[in-house]
């Protein structure tokens, strides 16, 4: 190994945390001592990514506090020390540690809620693409309904959770009383309109649409989906599936329908 | 490449709707390259509108030229094709390293002043702008600790590297001042060694007195023994873009504003008295 090599390796285990002798690489200040020069770089390590960490999800300190959530974030770069150019990257193994670490594992709307806060932000970086309007499909032929298959926008992004975290969100975006943590199975969606990102929960039935269409199914297999089932009556799961299509295009979450 | 572009600002998220809204009068802004290297939406969106009202420079701080880690050239491919899209008047990063073996820590880590260190980041300096196929601008770094390897000054090793790989140079202001404090140097003599030639842009922002040290923090005005640096530095290099960093604790755009105008102020005055009339 080069001694630049070295020296690289050794200030970077020592700013990490680990005591390794960096001393004896280093000049000794005119003013004050080496190991208060060393902690403006181990301090600002930990300082700079706990402060990342904590403007995306600013909403789980707000849920668990904000000395809890120093510890979860201290945790956390101790597991997964960046290794991403971009400090923005660096949390994006958030919501795999807290459902594999033993301390964290026991409270999984944890992991659900950082994926959901992770997604939002996602959304409104996510590629753009042009938005579906009505006039696109009020050109389609009728006999033509059946056979068309929507694209969704590249920000759109389906969660099924299996705890209410999507509630546990909405009650900390809304500064409502929390709910109670409880084994929960849900579907939300996440995507952005213009330049702001919702999320909105979805029933069952709904989810299954969404599915199906991102599945590259067209109209007449999603109908025939949904009657088959058993979450619509056959005489309902046109008209079911058309008016969800309908707020979804309001909504922006298509870019493209094409005949399949 | 413009060789003066006027005085700019760090373009800031909290700052888009006043730009936009307002169009103040600023000459360029910087844009921080790793916040738009993202597929789409907000972040590029604003940035786009921008574009369209002023030129832009990209400053990054991930291409981490001096560390022993390979270049990387998804990062790098990443930046060439944002630079095809805005078409930056230039693009700068740091003169340090920011993490070894595939790790970062996010914070720009001096080098040592050395031989070995002057070929390893020469080399890849080449390597960097024969892919970006332009020149691009290294600035000096803030920096608390000194190495005993290095055998020659900051600005020595600053000055080879430049003239080396035929860089251009961004000088921090804020930063020659925060380093001549923490280790004891003269600012002037780091000013006057840096070839007039290689100098694009300067750098000026805030910092945090420590008592035996002080930290760049950029979360505060520009204090008076920088902007009486700033104002050597106009003597030495003339007519050089300028701008004002800021990244925490930011204030209002016309805050900053106003104290762009300080450093036009100083610029102007002394580019006046040194007219001549023959």
């Known amino acids: ?260 | 490449m413009d060789a003066f572009l006027g005085f700019g600002l760090g373009l800031r998220p909290q700052h888009y709707t006043y730009i936009l809204e307002h169009r103040p009068a600023i000459d360029w802004f910087e844009a921080i390259t790793e916040d738009y290297l993202v597929p789409g939406g907000k972040p590029l969106y604003y940035l786009n509108r921008i574009r369209e009202l002023y030129p832009l420079v990209m400053h990054g701080v991930s291409l981490s030229i001096g560390s022993c880690d390979p270049l990387n050239t998804e990062y790098l491919k990443q930046v060439k094709v944002l630079a095809d899209k805005i078409q930056p008047v230039w693009i700068s990063d740091h003169l340090c390293w920011t993490g070894v073996d595939g790790l970062n820590m996010h914070d720009l880590l001096p080098l040592p002043y050395t031989e070995e260190a002057v070929k390893h980041v020469v080399d890849r300096v080449k390597q960097v702008q024969d892919f970006l196929g332009r020149q691009i601008l290294l600035e000096n770094v803030s920096s608390y600790i000194e190495y005993r390897d290095s055998n020659v000054t900051e600005w020595e090793f600053l000055t080879t590297i430049a003239e080396q790989a035929d860089c251009l140079i961004l000088l921090d202001i804020n930063n020659i001042y925060v380093s001549a404090v923490n280790h004891y140097f003269d600012p002037l003599d780091y000013l006057n060694a840096i070839p007039i030639h290689r100098v694009r842009q300067f750098h000026l922002a805030g910092h945090k007195n420590c008592g035996d040290y002080i930290i760049d923090t950029h979360d505060a005005p520009i204090i008076e023994g920088v902007w009486s640096l700033y104002a050597q530095a106009v003597k030495r290099f003339g007519r050089v873009a300028t701008m004002i960093e800021r990244d925490d604790d930011i204030p209002e755009f016309p805050v900053l504003f106003d104290e762009l105008q300080q450093a036009k102020k100083i610029a102007k005055n002394i580019w006046k008295e040194n007219v001549c009339i023959s």
């Open chain 1, 1 to 260: 190994m080069s001694a630049l090599a070295n020296l690289q390796q050794v200030l970077q285990t020592h700013i990490m945390g680990e005591d390794v002798q960096i001393l004896n690489e280093l000049v000794v200040p005119t003013k004050g001592t080496i190991d208060e020069r060393l902690e403006v770089y181990s301090n600002a390590y930990d300082w700079r990514l706990i402060d990342a960490l904590h403007q995306e999800y600013g909403l789980l300190a707000k849920l668990i506090g904000d000395e809890a959530f120093t510890e979860l974030a201290e945790a956390f770069i101790d597991t997964y020390p960046s290794q991403f150019y971009s400090i923005a990257k660096f949390s994006e193994p958030l919501a795999q540690f807290l459902s594999e670490d033993s301390a964290y594992s026991k409270q999984p709307h944890l992991s659900e809620l950082v994926k959901l806060i992770k997604a939002l932000i996602i959304s409104l970086e996510a590629a753009d693409a042009p938005y579906l309007n009505f006039e696109a499909l009020a050109n389609m032929a009728e006999q033509n309904w059946p056979s068309l298959c929507f694209k969704f926008h590249p920000s759109v992004q389906y969660f099924c959770f299996n705890y209410n975290s999507y509630a546990i969100w909405q009650a900390l975006v809304q500064e409502k009383s929390m709910p109670t943590m409880q084994m929960l199975k849900n579907h939300c969606v996440v995507w952005r309109k213009g330049l702001q990102s919702y999320a909105v929960a979805l029933t069952e039935a709904e989810a299954l649409v969404l599915n199906l269409i991102q599945q590259g199914f067209c109209f007449a297999d999603v109908c025939e989906a949904v009657y088959d089932k058993g979450l619509m009556a056959e005489s309902q799961a046109a008209s079911f599936v058309a008016n969800l299509l309908a707020t979804w295009l309001n909504n922006h979450l298509f870019s493209e329908v094409k005949l399949s």
